[in-house]
């Protein structure tokens, strides 16, 4: 079964530094891999996604994740922290079934502050 | 995503209240989804649906109901309401056909809380 780990709840970031995002993931399969954005009182915002093309993904905002399979993580970094980017952050590890649907399976959440 | 609508955005019920939320979309999309979300649990399938004669239960079926009226619509019914099915809820949807990777997008979701 797929599962995923956000290994950190909160962070905490001043504005125009870096930030790292860290995701675990498993799968006994080749993944799919998803990072989505939820600002307060929103719906989820689709940042980025891998599907078995380039391991380096580039989304939204100027947010990119690596898919490193060696160490079965797909942590979310951006060079420069702004204001807006503060809300919450799920990874989610897809798994399709023989029926053809993809079941998605959502991390705990990270919630990313960031402060003047 | 505004191609997914959601309502109502807010409800506040009572126990045992029959309770109905409402999704549609604009994006053409053939497959539709509803997730609840509790703190520190991330989301959970509650139904899914490929097309208007297709659907499925998820992995949190128990104590709803689903009716896919239309290809743009799914809607998502609590019988009988209870105080734990307090949380957020969210419609997405998805399209196989002309995406492969089959990815969902999401509604801005419904808050419901159940007295």
């Known amino acids: 079964a797929q599962s995923v780990t956000q290994l950190d709840s909160h962070v905490s970031v001043s504005e125009g530094t870096p930030v790292l995002l860290r995701c675990n993931y498993s799968?006994?399969?080749?993944?799919?891999l998803f990072w989505y954005v939820q600002h307060p009182n929103k719906g989820l915002q689709l940042l980025l996604k891998y599907t078995s093309a380039a391991t380096l993904v580039k989304g939204i905002n100027g947010f990119e994740a690596e898919f490193k399979k060696s160490e079965t993580s797909f942590h979310l970094t951006k060079p420069s922290a702004h204001m807006s980017d503060a809300a919450e952050y799920f990874c989610v590890v897809s798994e399709r079934r023989n029926t053809g649907f993809q079941k998605l399976v959502f991390g705990t959440g990270t919630r990313l502050l960031v402060s003047p | 995503d505004a191609d997914v609508t959601q309502t109502p955005r807010n409800r506040i019920t009572k126990t045992g209240k029959r309770i109905m939320l409402e999704c549609s979309q604009t994006?053409?999309?053939?497959?539709m989804y509803w997730y609840r979300q509790d703190p520190g649990l991330g989301l959970r399938l509650i139904y899914y649906?490929?097309?208007?004669?297709?659907?499925n239960k998820g992995e949190i079926s128990d104590g709803y109901s689903v009716s896919r009226q239309a290809q743009a619509k799914f809607s998502l019914s609590l019988e009988s309401a209870i105080p734990n099915q307090t949380a957020l809820y969210f419609c997405?949807?998805?399209?196989?056909?002309?995406?492969?990777?089959?990815?969902?997008?999401f509604g801005p979701g419904t808050r419901l809380t159940v007295l």
């Open positions: 997405a949807t998805s399209d196989l056909g002309t995406d492969p990777t089959d990815t969902q997008y």
């Open positions: 799968s006994s399969y080749s993944p799919s």
């Open positions: 649906s490929f097309d208007v004669k297709d659907i």
């Open positions: 994006k053409g999309h053939d497959r």
